[in-house]
C-alpha cells in the first residue's frame, strides 16, 4: 500500500512603488509701451510697463510593479508493506 501526500504552496508578493515629481515654470512677459506726445513747446514720453507672471505646474508620476512568485512543492511517499 502506497501513500502520497503532495502539498503545495504558492506565495505571491506584488510591490508597487509610485515616484511623484512636481515641477513648477515661472513665466514672466514684460510689455513696454512708450507714447511720445509732441506738441510745439513740449514732448511728453509716457512708459507703460505691464508684466505678467504665469507659474506652469508640471506633475510625473512614474510607478514600478515588481511581482514575485514563489513556489514550494512537498511530496511525501508512504509504503506499507504487509
Known sequence: MTTTTTISTTTTTTTT??????TTTITT?????????????????ITTTITTT???????TATT???TTKTTTKTTT???TT
Open 54 to 60: 504665469t507659474p506652469t505646474t508640471t506633475k510625473t
Open 65 to 67: 510593479t515588481t511581482t
Open 17 to 22: 512603488t509610485t515616484i511623484t515629481t512636481t
Open 29 to 45: 512677459t514684460t510689455t513696454t509701451t512708450t507714447t511720445t506726445i509732441t506738441t510745439t513747446t513740449t514732448t511728453t514720453t
Open 78 to 80: 508512504h509504503t506499507t
